[in-house]
């Protein structure tokens, strides 16, 4: 994975998390919303940790 694309891997990371956040939220305030969190949620966090898990480490300063 190039690490001139991490910007955007970073943004798709956090902006998925938020965006589960927020779905979240919704679905436990509005009942019809809860099929959102067998499917929908629980994909949005899994992008989001296997993204963060296939980032490269920062490699030490040389």
């Known amino acids: 994975m190039p690490l001139a694309y991490a910007s955007l891997i970073w943004f798709t990371i ?25 499917g929908d949620i629980p994909a949005l966090f899994l992008v989001a940790a296997v993204l963060w898990f296939l980032m490269p480490k920062n490699s030490p300063a040389q």
């Open 14 to 38: 956090w902006s998925s998390i938020v965006h589960a956040g927020i779905m979240l939220a919704q679905a436990l305030a509005d009942h019809s919303e809860h099929a959102n969190m067998i």
